[in-house]
């Protein structure tokens, strides 16, 4: 996005580095992909964390898309912006400029909604949102049991009052997925004579002269280069590869640096800090009818599914990785949702992010609490810029947390068990119904949950001493540098973060050109 709207300017030129590929081959088009492409190793950068309690004493492995388009790429294609009230709370933390008013413009600026532009939604917009295709009898069933709890149904889920259930809303267009290369790098941008793509061209690091950012330091085609910008060094690499990149640069905690020979530039202790990230949890059930998609991703049936959206750009393969979500209210006490639920009509073996299709018919319903209390961290552990980062999730440490985690499971036992369900005789595989005690959902939570690719918080935005960008998200004490992603959120927002972290950037454009004025 921000290649696509600061080249908008010719007077303005722009260079965009990509360490991976640019490409948009089958696997990337096709939205079923999502399954065997968050595995392919040369588009998708995997971190491993550190192990931990919150893990259940093992390491977890992070995917990040790592091509033009990044996670968007990657990702399982949900559309949700997020409740007002994350944008309004970033505000208070000190991110002046950030509330819903400011970012509620940038959605409706950057959408094209299938169901039309209205108050809230944006149409005419380069980024497509869409319904969700193919309606299905154990997805209806799972509405109808939310709508028996007393949750509104909702045909567009992303309305600012959230709370209800309903099909999801999808970034797919014409079949395919609508990332953010296809949308904001059309043909017609990309031969803009203003706008430059180097795809496969590792950065090392910023080049700083004095406290001022000059260029990057990279490697393209096997040769080491040193690329000077006339204006301003924008990053955007994610919450997890900004503050390794600014940490490789002398930039961040200066006790971290020193631990790996890094010269320290400017003592940031907000670089790398406070990350954030849900952690979900999978409850699966095995039903007594054979209606659940199963059958449909093996043998015969799947070399149809794949033949008919070859054909048509139709079918199975033509939606995302989920298909019903819920923003619930697990606690009475909360004025808005405090927990996400996301449904599948289908069933995979046990195990901790399991991909492997059970034999039976079932349906299972990830959860995860929006707005996760507890603060993790990302550090460089060498000077090499190519070893990954040392990442501590620190998951369920904080109380209110570990409170949550319980209650999701019995908000999601209490759905399945509406009479909308009870048709299909669910039976719980996982984690069982011997799993009932605080403590027992916990364990479960820890050892078989497992992240959502929605890291935030590590470069976030908040005066000096609070945070590592100011609210124009500038380096504080760098000039010449900026960080726009996700890492700038000040705090978790309660959805998938793709959405926000296109507002972010939406907004970080009409920034920049306002400061060149």
């Not at 007594?288 to 799947?302: A, D």
């Amino acid at each position: 996005m921000l290649a696509h709207r600061l080249s908008e300017d010719p007077k303005r030129r722009v260079l965009l580095i990509e360490s991976g590929p640019d490409q948009r081959d089958f696997i990337v088009r096709m939205p079923k992909g999502f399954g065997k492409l968050i595995f392919d190793t040369k588009r998708v950068r995997r971190f491993e964390t550190e192990a931990e309690e919150g893990t259940g004493g093992e390491t977890e492995s992070w995917p990040r898309g790592c091509m033009v388009g990044g996670s968007s790429s990657v990702n399982g294609q949900f559309y949700t912006r997020g409740q007002p009230q994350d944008f309004d709370d970033w505000e208070a933390c000190g991110a002046s400029g950030w509330g819903w008013k400011n970012l509620a413009p940038c959605f409706k600026a950057f959408e094209d909604h299938e169901l039309g532009a209205d108050e809230v939604r944006g149409a005419g917009g380069p980024l497509h949102v869409s319904m969700h295709p193919n309606p299905h009898p154990l997805i209806d069933a799972f509405i109808d049991a939310g709508t028996e709890l007393g949750l509104p149904k909702r045909q567009d889920i992303n309305r600012p009052e959230q709370e209800g259930i309903g099909y999801v809303t999808l970034n797919i267009k014409n079949g395919e997925r609508a990332d953010a290369s296809i949308s904001f790098l059309s043909p017609a941008v990309r031969a803009r004579p203003n706008l430059e793509i180097w795809a496969d061209t590792f950065v090392e690091r910023i080049l700083l002269e004095g406290r001022r950012a000059v260029g990057v330091a990279c490697t393209r085609k096997g040769a080491k280069l040193l690329v000077r910008a006339r204006a301003e060094v924008l990053v955007a690499g994610g919450a997890i590869q900004s503050p390794q990149l600014l940490q490789l640069s002398g930039i961040g905690p200066g006790d971290v640096l020193q631990s790996c020979g890094v010269q320290t530039v400017i003592d940031l202790q907000a670089v790398g800090r406070h990350l954030r990230e849900h952690r979900m949890m999978v409850v699966q059930y095995r039903i007594n009818q054979p209606v659940s998609l199963n059958p449909e991703f093996k043998g015969l049936r799947l070399a149809r599914n794949i033949a008919r959206y070859l054909i048509k750009k139709r079918g199975l393969m033509a939606t995302g990785s989920h298909d019903a979500v819920a923003f619930v209210r697990t606690d009475p006490s909360q004025d808005r949702p405090d927990a996400e639920l996301v449904m599948a009509p289908f069933l995979v073996k046990p195990g901790k992010l399991s991909m492997a299709f059970e034999d039976g018919h079932g349906f299972q319903i990830f959860g995860y609490q929006l707005r996760p209390e507890s603060l993790g961290s990302i550090e460089i552990h060498s000077s090499d810029p190519r070893a990954s980062p040392r990442i501590r999730p620190n998951f369920l440490s904080a109380p209110a947390d570990r409170a949550a985690s319980a209650r999701i499971l019995r908000y999601i036992r209490t759905l399945v068990g509406q009479p909308a369900l009870a048709g299909y005789a669910p039976e719980e595989t996982a984690p069982g119904p011997s799993v009932n005690t605080d403590a027992e959902v916990l364990d479960f939570h820890r050892h078989f949950g497992g992240p959502v690719m929605h890291p935030v918080g590590t470069c976030r935005i908040g005066p000096k001493g609070v945070g590592a960008v100011d609210e124009r998200l500038r380096v504080h004490g760098i000039e010449g540098l900026r960080v726009i992603d996700a890492s700038v959120f000040p705090t978790q927002v309660s959805a998938h973060t793709h959405a926000a972290t296109l507002a972010v950037a939406w907004r970080a454009s009409d920034l920049i050109r306002q400061d060149a004025r």
